[in-house]
Each structure stands twice: as C-alpha cells, then as structure tokens.
C-alpha cells in the first residue's frame, strides 16, 4: 500500500515536533511538508537536532501537495488554516481548540473571538476515539481534545455514563512543563518552575467548558465541575484526581469497588489505549507513549469515587492522539504508528 | 541572658538535620548534644558536610545533660524516649506522631501498637501554635504536626471554624520527596521520583485521622474529610489543594470573596508565619523558611471554596514549627531563629 | 523471515528493562524469556507497569529455550551465566564488564576476582560495532561496552587513530543517575542527588581500564587517560568533554578545525549512529535513543582538541547497543529495532 | 552601632534578590532602597512574594540616599550607574563585569564596548577577599567576581602561587541554570532545560580572560587556561573540576597528596568562606550559603592536579560575596549576615 502524504502546520511548537517525532516512523504515513514561522526556510533537522528519520525536510511557509494535515497553531489562526486546507479537500486534525467546543458563542466568552466558520465548527468531530470512534471514521474535520479534557473525561466518562456518581465533580490535575508550550514565559522559566508547585487560572481555564460539554452530552445530565490545574516540575505528564459523590445507592451496596472496576474495563474493552490498572497510575509509565492509565477507587469513609488518571501530554494529549485519530480517519489500524512503550524510567 | 542547652535524638533523618541546621544560628539556644545511632562516634560535620557552625559536635548515642529535647525517632520507638526525657524533667517537643491522637485507640488503628502512656497523651498538646498557642505556653511536651496536617488544618481551619462550609472536605496534597524521609526507597529512587507524578496511600493514609481530629475539634462537627497525598518531583515543599462546599447562605453573598478572606486575614492577624495572600502560592516562595502561604478562592461557577496552602514540609512541616514551639514554650519571642526569608529561586 | 527466539537473563534492572523495551518493537527477533531472582514468578508487565507489547511475559527463574541471550547481570555473577549458555549453544550479548577487558588480571586488580574463564574471555569481541562491526558479525559472545567508554572511546578513537593528539587525554564526563542502576544507595537517592552535582571515583573508575585498553589499540601508543566521572541531576544521558593537546604539527595548520570535521566525519560515515554535529550536543537530542552526537572543537587560543559526545546510557551506553550487536551477530539491518527518533523535549 | 543605608540597584535580576534577601537580616546594614526598571513603584513583596522582612519597600526608579550601594545591572549600562554613584560619595561593590578587567582594551575585545572609565577601573579592587582582602578594606569601588571565576581561581590559586603545576590548566565547570540569570531564553525554558547537559560558549565565554587574568597574577607567569562551561539541570550550583600538570619535581615526591592537602589548607586558613575537604564535594553542601569547598587530589597514575571546587553561583559566586566585600569595605566582621548554614537536602 502506498503511504499517504501528510503535512505539519507549525511543526515548530512542542505538539508539531512531536508529530514529526512520530510520523517519521508510521508505516502508512509519510511526512511530507511541515511549516513554521520563525524558522521556515532551514532544514528541520538543523532547527531540531533531535530529528533521525527525516534528514531533508524543509520547513516551508505553506504546506505543499499533501493528503492530510495536521495543523498546530494558537487558537483562533488555527480555523483560518483549517478551513483553508478543508477547501481543498485535505483531511484536517486541528490541534488547536477551534472546533472542539460545539457552541460558537463559546468562543466569544472562552477565547474572546467569534468564530469564523460556525458551518464548519458543525461538522468537526470531538477527537476522542474512546467515546467518538464512529464519528471519526468518516470525518474530515477532527477537533483533537486538549491535554486536560483527555485525562478528565477519560477518568469520568464510564461513572457519567453509568449514573454512579451525582453530577458535582472536582477534578484536580498535575501538569509537566511541556503543556504550557515552548513560548517562553517566566512560569516556564527553568529557575522558577524548578522546585516549584503551584496552581493556576482557578478564575476559569479554558479547558474547563470542554470537559463540561463533554461530560454533560454522556447522559445528557449537566455536570457541575470545579476543575484547579497544577504546575509541576517535570517536562510530560498529566495527572488528573477527580472526585465525585457516588450516588446512594452505590454507596451501600458491598461489592462496589469491584462493580466499579468491571464498569470501567467494559468501558474501555476495546479502546487499546486505555489501561485500567489496580494500583494508583504514575505518569512515567506512559511517558512518551500513548496510553493512559485509569485507576477507580472508591474511598468507603466517605463514599466518595476517586478516578485518577495520567497520561503523557503531548502524545494521549497532543500528537499522539492525533495520530490516532488520522489512523481512524484513514482507516489504518487505530495503533499504527504509536505501539511503542513507554520510556522507563 | 544565657542560652538554653538544647539536644536532638536522632539527629540524621531530614527532620532532625534540619533542627541542627536552624538551631546553630538561635538566638537564646545551643545546640549542646545529638544522637543517631548508625553514625554515633563521628563528628556531625563529617556526616552531614553542609554543617558549619556546629563543628564540633559528636554524634552520641545517648542525650547528654540538655534543658530541652527534639525528638525524631519513629513512631512507636519515638514515645518511649519520649517518657524517659520528660521524667528527666526535660521539656520535649516529639516530631514523630507518637502524642498526636488524642484517643489512645487510635494508635492500635492506625499505627498498629498499643500506646505505651495513655497518661503522658492527656497531657500532651498539639503543637499548632496558630490554633493552641495558648496550651503550648504551659505544656511540658508537645507533640509537633504532621507536614500534611499542618498545610491541610491552616487551610481549612478558618472556614471550619466560622462554619462557611459543610462537613464535606477534600484536600488533594502534593508533597516534594524529602517527605518520604531519608530511609531508602523504591519511590524516592531518583530514576524512580524524577519526571513522575503519583497518587499514593488511598486506602488511608496516617495523617488522616490527625486532619479529622482537629478540624473537628474546632466547631464540634464531625467532618467528612477525603485526603489523597500525591509525590511530585522535587525535593522540599508541600502544596495542598482543599475542596467543600459553601453552605447555602454563603453561596448567595454577592460580596463571600472578599468576606471570605476577610475572616481568613483575621483568623491569622497574629500569626507570624502565616500569610494570607490574593494569587494562587507556588511552593518555591515559602522554600526554606516556616512560612505557610494560604489563599482562599471562591468558585462562584460551582458555589464551592478552594483553599490552596503552601508549605516547606521539612520547616513549617516539621523542623520549624519544632522550633517555633519551643520559642513559645520556653518564653522567646515566637520567631526566634525562624526569621530568615525562603530562598528564592 | 521467522524472528529469532531471544532472552534476559534479569531483565529487572535497568539495562534489562529497557532491552525489553525495545526488543518487543524488534523487526526480527521476539522476546520470549526473561529472569529475574527477586521478581520470578510475576508477570512483567506486573513488576513493569508501563510494559506494553509483551503483556503475558512471565519472569522466570531460568531461561527457557532461546536462539540468542542477552546477560544483564552483575559482574562475576554475569561470566558464569554467560559461560553456560554458550555451552548450551546460544549466541551471546554480556551487558556485564566480565568480557571487556582482555588481559585477566585486569580483573583481578579492577573488580576483584579471578576471572573464570580466561578462554572465552579470548574469544569475547568488545561490542564496539563503530570499531569492531567485523569481528562482532562472527562472534558468539560479544562483550557490551560500558557507558562512558562508549562515549570517550567515540569521541577520542579517530583523533587517535590518526594521531592528530599527544597521548595525555582528560575525559570529564557527567552522567544522569540511570547510571547509577536500580538498586537502591544514598547517593540516587532523590533528594541527595536532586539538585546536586558531583564527582566520584577519582581513585580509579572500573570503566578507566577499559577506556584505556580501546584507545591504545587504536594505535599502539599508550595513552595516559584522567578520567572523572560526575553525576548531574538528571535520569539519562551521559556527556562527555575530552581534552588532548594537538600534536605541534597540526597546531600550526590554519584549517585544522576543518580538517578535523573531515577527518571525523570520514571515521564515521558508515556509523548510523553517529553524528558529527556542528555544535556543541546537548544530552536531550539523544535522549531514548541509539544516537550518539560527537563535536569536535579546535581551542586555537591554548592549541587543545576538545571533543565533546553525548549519549543515553541506557541505549547506546546499554541496551540499544546490544541490540545493535545482536543485529550484527544475526545478519539483520544494523539498524532493526533501533530507527525511533530521541524524545523531545 | 547604627546600621548603614545600604541599596541595590536593579533588584529585579536574580542576583540583585538574592541582595536584599541575605541583606534584610544583616546585623549592620539596613536595606533601605532599591531599583528596578520594569517593576518601579511597586512594592518588592508583591513583585517577589518570597519576601519576609522588607514588606514596605517600593522599587524604585533611582536610589535614594544611601551610605552604600549593590550594582546589578547588565554590563555596560553598570558603568554608567556606578560612575554616578562614586561621584556622589557612595561605597559601591559592583556585581557586572564592567570593573573586573584591568585593561580597559579588554573592554572593546570581550564585551563590544569602550570603558568609559579608564580612570576608576584604575581604582576598583577584584573582589576576592581570599586574595585581596586588604585591598577591598581600603577601597571604594569593589568589582565582584563572576560566578565561574570564583569557583576556578580559589579551586587553582594555591597552585599556581606555590608554582606547583604548569601552565597549561583546564577547567570544566558545571552550572546550574540560574548562573543565565532571570530574562527569558530557549536554554533557560524549563522543557529544553529539564534532563539536559550541554556545554556551550567554547569559543571564548567572557569569563575566560578574569580568570587568566587573576591566575596570571599570583605568580607573574602567563597561564594557558581552556575553559568549557556547562549547564546542567539545576537551579544553583557550579562545580568546577580544574586539570594541570604537576611540575615535575612535584610528580616525583612520594607524599605529594599530603604536601598539597597542607598547602592548601594553609593558604585557606584565614578564609572563613573556604573549606578544604577530604571528598569529592557535593554542590548541594553549600546550596544557599557562601561557602567554597575546594578538594585537590593527585592523580598518581598521570601525574595530574585535579582540583574540585563548588559555590552556590548566587552567593559565592554573586550576592554573598558582594556582601562579603561590604563587610571588609565597611570595616564589619567579614560573616557578617552570612552565617547561615547551607540547606540540605
């Protein structure tokens, strides 16, 4: 079978380079074309001396003839690209948050913009093939979730789904360094981050309507989520605890952890990238894979459910993901590409 | 006026070398003996090289005439070195958990012995001087919080005793690995603990019983408390994110923001080391000093309060607050020796 | 082509592991035993948690029928299994120090035992494929170099070799704490080694012998090597800085560092994994990888050669080399199972 | 004794913090103003919530009258300041390099500009106290040494004046990442930062010709210095291994390491900052604090010096000596303010 050609917008960014980090390996996929701003013009190995396995390419100001494109800039310039690359008949993730949430007036109170292309923001699919598999099969346009909203609603989705829990949710998340991009900000400066553990944008993250939309369409419920994302100083990973309370009648039933346990790998029987383990996650051991490890628990003191999750956030997160979901577009076999472990330790 | 004579058993895990580190430079104490067994017979300066101002000390196996005691054994070996120091008539501060609990039972739950004296438990006081500053001016031994209790009971403390929330309380801690102690483990192998985040002791975890005590002795209520310690990469510091709802006639205030910290600002107006402070506080900004930084945040989207507190788990969480209380139980001015600011960056 | 049979003798260190890390990706070869003492019995994937592609494997206390081993075993303990299973017929790479060294004394005066098996230690082949691919295609047991000889000797052996350097060489070299192995010590415990950088072993590092052995073959000429490892903070990599003083012809040379490109990149142009870089490496750009990136510097100012190299210890200093030896032994593409990209960032 | 009005100016850079966070606890020196372009008029406790001890002061946009002043400023533009600052009467330790070099041709050579003060570069004192100390008592204008040429010249200073070794030295010196100070860049952004050594500026860091100069010095003879920085990923620290020759009739001498181990001690024994020791010393143990440990160790098998020094690079190598040189400027006990033991783990 001959390999698709695909192409990179802003391969320069840490979501774009981990693309080419993976693409140059995929067996039904060949990186063609990647573009970048600042750098186009140079050799993408001269700007990423990391790069084996694609010693030639040039990083270009426009994508050349490519069968599908993954595109990777800030928010808001992402549609404009997306839309243009649609027009020609591209295949198109969208990395960046442009057509993830279905509601354009969203964007006008998240992300401060009208969107350009409500028409089109109609017919992307939410790029979680763990809940949207189908849908993804034979779309064209595919929102690839944020890095927060994967961890989150993969932890919650089987106990939303199931009614288990009542519709208050905390969901408290860790992040690596890497999540906040490679623009440099004092946050990401190493002597700050370095020994350092905080929270921030309690006042409203943007990923947080994500995660509700998402959520609430499960069982059609509205979920009240208060959702506090954390700093950490390592460079990949999230790790997500979400809280909720188990409904009454799960709270007194006697085998409930097992219950529980079974719900969640049914869940996720098919989903070959979701591991529901029996003992607390650490992110290391999806580190620079696609997997993400879900562990239920369920505290019996207070008849709380406790989902903790991790993943690496720019493979499940980002890149990965996005690859993922190009396998089902395509209808190469959903783990091409991203069957390799994780790095440990 | 003449300084005290001050001694250290077990002077060679992380909480007893950071006592000698802060006692060297007291004002109205000298550090005169230290014991630790692996290493009695060697001078301190040679185990631990980073030491100056105590060059001379040798490591002894058994405290040598002393006015006052620290005591950093384990728990359970802890208590009985306890009982001879306070029948020597020497005042103790025990670092371990050992005179925590109130309730004796608790001890065979949750650390699985019999306590050796009930007797010496009822006259022991919990040495959180924010909450029992009074108890400690008189007390002949207190026993020194935990570092999760501490970060956790300052945090909630004000909203518990002013009754804004329910009994409902979650507190999600994320601790550096000097928490974990000196003693070798899996878990604070470095290629272990480097670029990994985790949840860990979900089952119930032995500060637990200590964070329910005490919010519940401070408006009667029994509280609800889910408690999931987490380890993230880095060497010092503690940050606790804590979860309940408001109750109902608090969530209709129009002005609870600045209620809340209001209540907060007054519950500390005479707490040397605790800051009450308006953005969310990274771990690096109170890093080597016995600050506890405490940021109260009302989620109005969800009716809930956030409250974020940091610490620096080996001063404020031990070694410190050790000292603090000895400056309260022996008459100096409450911030003796605790004055120098945190390293930064 | 049916894959080859291939196991770990104890695959629980982190040599070991990281070889089933990536023979389970292997084009041609599959993993299908594996031991390991402490862990004998439990599933890999168990004792492994991030494991993927080889969910089923049982660690046993022996090896089960195998075409090819690799021997991830302590010194002296690794001579005796290696010695068996070449009986038993099975091509073998020892991780291990135990066949490196081609005078058996040495092992006598640097690791403190007789060698038991001087003869096979004859025809042992020092897995250096950049400097032995021919002999390592017909050796039965091929002896894996240690991590910093494998990056002092890459950096050193063409100035070496074509004499350009006086025979005195410093080799500053700062590893990540992997190095260090998975058991448990003091000095990888994470707070010590956090934020920490040292030296150690400059009384003699056991890699010290082997480095000076390669380099004098290159030539003939004795070299007088100082070598001082340092641990840096970091899990992997390992960097390099070698000094010699240009012999005084080619100090007076106007394009020397011209030439010297030349003369490095001509050493290594059938090496796929090395790369003579234009700058000076930085360890993350290898990072889970086989590459090693080499830079050599002229100092006009003092008339020095300085040659830097990076690797990952645990991949071109460990198991992706091994593997690439066991691909030479075999007949497989040079490259087979080792072609993804470092991870970045 | 009242204490002197001290300020600093540019506060906002990591070295000038680190100033006012050793001098808010000085027994004879009183902060009293400080500057800072981009933060002027807002208080430092808010810009810097670290900071205990200072709450009321507002950065400022010029200082106000002060017995004595800290220049914090980049190179070039601290000339300016410091010109200003002498003319009007005021003791000035300078922390740039604007003074450090005695011939100003230096100026035009390593930094791109012109001095514009031949005259008072005349007059500045190298603000080393362990080689000039009654130089700086008498002195008016104090240029504080940069951070490597502290960690090298102590490591090799009594070498090189007892004439032990040749001249051909080598130095190797290991940063950590607040030596690149607090403005943003790719090599300081936490993720290309994180799990990364490199070394950089091989072709002439501007520390290079203070360090040749300063060794030159001590015995009149021209040293031929190779100097290879690296970064390494922590926040403070620099370790230092230095490589010389020893001379011959040094080689020979059978207690060489012992004649040296006396030699040094010797020349350190007035220096309450220096302390030779008898490992290989850890940069941890002087983390936060201003001592220098230097280990010199004899190489038998080459006949090589091998010297080993570390400092934190923002207190020995910045902050603390400039407080340092206050003291000795302003006749106070040279540990003045500087006495706090490092902080480990």
Redesign the interface.
Known sequence: MEKIKVGIVNVTG?AG?ELA?LL??HPAARLVSVTGRSSAGQKLADV??????AADLIIESELSDVDFAFVAMPHKESALEVMKLIERGIKVVDISADFRLSNPEDYNEWYGFTHPSPELLDKAVYGLPELYRKDIESANLVANPGCYPTAAILAMAPAVKQGIISE?I?I?S?S???GAG?T???V?????????????A?K?HRHLPEIVQELTYLNGETV???F?P?I??????I?S?C?A?LREEFVEKEDIQVEINAIYKEFYKDAPFVKV?D???????????N?C?IYP?V?T??G?L?V?S?IDNLVKGAAGQAIQNMNIMSGFAETAGL???????
Chains 1, 2, 3, 4 share one sequence.
């Open positions: 840490y380079i980090r140059v390996r990423f001396p990391h790069m084996t396995g208050d905390i408290d860790k690596g360094l890497s490679r440099l900000t004092t990401s400066h190493y002597s700050e981050a370095n020994e350092n553990t905080a929270a921030y309690l409203g009240n989520v208060t506090v954390h950490v100083p390592m460079t990949r990973g790790l605890t809280y309370a383990v003992n607390p996650p650490h992110t290391k051991n999806v580190w620079g894979s997997m490890h628990f505290d003191r207070t709380r406790i903790i991790c069957e390799a472990p994780p790095i440990y330790p």
